[in-house]
Nanobody, 117 residues
Framework: VQLVESGGELVQPGGSLRLSCAAS????????MSWYRQAPGKEREWVAT????????SYRDSMKGRCTISRDNPKNTVYLQMDSLKPEDTAVYYC???????????WGQGTQVTVSS
């Protein structure tokens, strides 16, 4: 079982990034898929979730209107599109898969997003 994030990089304020999370060893269509982030010296915080079934989405207030979580079930991949990035968005972004029905939860290793001029 593995979650592999990618897409993090250095971007200027106001820029955009799309993070990807590729899953292997399980099927994301049975899981709630979420993104979290952790800035230096701070606790990990929730960013966005795509639910199952139904694939409704929810976002932390500071990211509403600036990011979109989406999933491609056939590709077993989840995405986080982030726009209008701010320096305070700088963090390591982690992918999370959780199923209370199956009693399972998985984390990726994270991808670094740095927003700086």
């Amino acid at each position: 079982v593995q979650l592999v994030e990618s897409g993090g990089e250095l971007v200027q304020p106001g820029g955009s990034l799309r993070l990807s999370c590729a899953a292997s060893g399980f099927t994301i269509s049975l899981y709630y898929m979420s993104w979290y982030r952790q800035a230096p010296g701070k606790e990990r915080e929730w960013v966005a979730t795509s639910t199952w079934p139904g694939s409704s989405t929810s976002y932390r207030d500071s990211m509403k209107g600036r990011c979109t979580i989406s999933r491609d079930n056939p590709k077993n991949t989840v995405y986080l599109q982030m726009d209008s990035l701010k320096p305070e968005d700088t963090a390591v972004y982690y992918c999370n898969a959780k199923s209370t029905l199956l009693g399972r939860e998985y984390w990726g290793q994270g991808t670094q997003v740095t927003v700086s001029s």
